[in-house]
């Protein structure tokens, strides 16, 4: 059974930083692409960025470009996200989630694991 579990998320200001950490278990990390997603209160869950099985090739939304960076560390099965420059907009609960295979995906029909999600909240 595969489990993920983010952590990291809380309340920042406007042009703050945070850092999400997922820890996967359950199935081999390496061997699967990994993803961030989010979800606003009202809104679709919608995609933030993706990582490859080895993490070579990376893939964002167009509204986290150049702001926040995906990474993965296959020692410590875990997933980041750090995010710069948080805007009141990213508001939302963020998901992590394990592709089906190894390429980098924003289809959330290719994820086949999510976890529970964590909040984060940017005030103005």
């Known amino acids: 059974q595969v489990q993920l579990v983010e952590s990291g998320g809380g309340l920042v200001q406007a042009g703050g930083s945070l850092r999400l950490s997922c820890a996967a278990s359950?199935?081999?990390?390496?061997?699967?692409?990994m993803g961030w997603f989010r979800q606003a209160p009202g809104k679709e869950r919608e995609f933030v960025a993706a990582i490859s099985w080895k993490g070579g090739i990376t893939y964002y939304a167009d509204s986290v470009k150049g702001r926040f960076t995906i990474s993965r560390d296959p020692a410590k099965n875990t997933l980041y996200l750090q995010m710069n420059i948080l805007k009141p907009e990213d508001t939302a609960v963020y998901y992590c989630?394990?592709?089906?295979?190894?390429?980098?995906?924003?289809?959330?029909?290719?994820?086949?694991?999510w976890g529970q999600g964590t909040q984060v909240t940017v005030s103005s």
């Open positions: 359950g199935r081999t990390f390496s061997s699967y692409a």
């Open positions: 989630a394990q592709a089906r295979g190894a390429g980098t995906t924003s289809r959330e029909y290719e994820y086949d694991y």
